[in-house]
């Protein structure tokens, strides 16, 4: 295997990814529940997907279904199908998602936003395998794998009386915790390449690289979108930007407002002049303080950094 772990999109060589990857190596081989955690837009469904793929059963069904997207009143038939006349409106049987899933995956993503009531009979299914459709008289079986997902603290929602403990602890078999893009520092450029030269590929566009300010930018920002912010911007660029190389200055104006203390959007310039002290900043943290080190790498004189520097503790 390379140093760059790539299956699909899902790539990594920072220690913390690693650990992800060992991890969903040795879930994957397993029947057990897995129970994935971290920020919006960190690859939960990819890493579903990829538990999936390396199951025993790769070929069979991998259902995915968003819980905080499925109506309350339909959410039971949802989960569980019904029979034909079982309420209004039900003209014929229908599968649910459990039945559908039979010998495969279910991926229950946002987990923690279904409501008390289906938390039950979910726990009931997970415990012996049965499910009753809506309106039918008899049980069935279902032979799934679950895998959960969730952005929010999953601990917190039991402990608030938002998430039952006892599926709690039904599903939280073997935790999966996936770090945010900001402390993935080695795989940010790693991505943004992967993901540029893609929807280059797929737009037709020319050829385009990255310059030191701009890495140092990537490298600079928090990104609270995570890699799906990362993969939206590297589609921008590729559409928007015609020149061969990519600059901090193109980059900028694509990223989210910089917060104040008062969580108000920074001015644009006022933004700006903040994005350049943290690419200069983290570059100077990357060369261990050297300034000489640093403006060498950024393409700049010291005395620019100096006068920078001053300039910001005079502020």
């Given at each position: ?104 995956t279910l991926f229950l993503d946002e987990i923690c936003e279904m409501e008390l009531g289906l938390q039950g009979k979910l726990l ?118 015609h020149g061969k190389m990519i600059a901090a200055s193109d980059i900028a104006p694509l990223l989210p407002p910089v917060a104040g ?55």
């Amino acid at each position: 295997m390379s140093e760059e772990f790539i299956r699909e999109e899902f790539i990594g060589r920072s220690r913390v990814m690693r650990d992800v990857f060992l991890r969903l190596k040795r879930a994957a081989q397993s029947a057990a529940p897995v129970f994935i955690t971290g920020e919006s837009g960190s690859g939960k469904e990819l890493c579903a997907r990829y538990l999936h793929a390396g199951a025993r059963r790769p070929s069979a069904p991998f259902i995915a279904v968003n819980c905080a997207a499925i109506p309350h009143d339909l959410a039971e038939s949802e989960f569980f199908g019904h029979a034909r006349g079982a309420f209004t409106g039900a003209r014929q049987a229908r599968k649910g998602l459990v039945e559908l899933a039979h010998g495969g995956t279910l991926f229950l993503d946002e987990i923690c936003e279904m409501e008390l009531g289906l938390q039950g009979k979910l726990l009931r299914f997970v415990e012996t395998g049965r499910f009753r459709p809506v309106g039918a008289g008899e049980e069935q079986g279902s032979d799934v794998r679950i895998i959960c997902a969730t952005n929010r603290d999953p601990r917190r929602e039991v402990r608030e009386a938002r998430f039952r403990a006892d599926l709690f602890w039904r599903l939280h078999v073997l935790p999966v915790p996936l770090p945010p893009l900001r402390q993935r520092d080695d795989d940010i450029l790693l991505l943004a390449r992967h993901f540029l030269d893609r929807f280059i590929r797929e737009e037709g566009a020319p050829a385009k690289d990255f310059t030191k300010d701009a890495k140092s930018l990537l490298l600079a920002h928090p990104w609270p979108g995570n890699v799906r912010e990362l993969q939206n911007l590297m589609r921008q660029l590729a559409v928007f930007h015609h020149g061969k190389m990519i600059a901090a200055s193109d980059i900028a104006p694509l990223l989210p407002p910089v917060a104040g203390n008062d969580d108000a959007p920074v001015p644009a310039a006022a933004g700006l002049r903040h994005l350049e002290r943290q690419v200069i900043e983290a570059e100077i943290a990357r060369h261990d303080g050297s300034i000489p080190l640093a403006a060498r790498a950024l393409g700049v004189a010291p005395s620019t950094i100096y006068r920078k520097r001053k300039s910001w503790s005079a502020a």
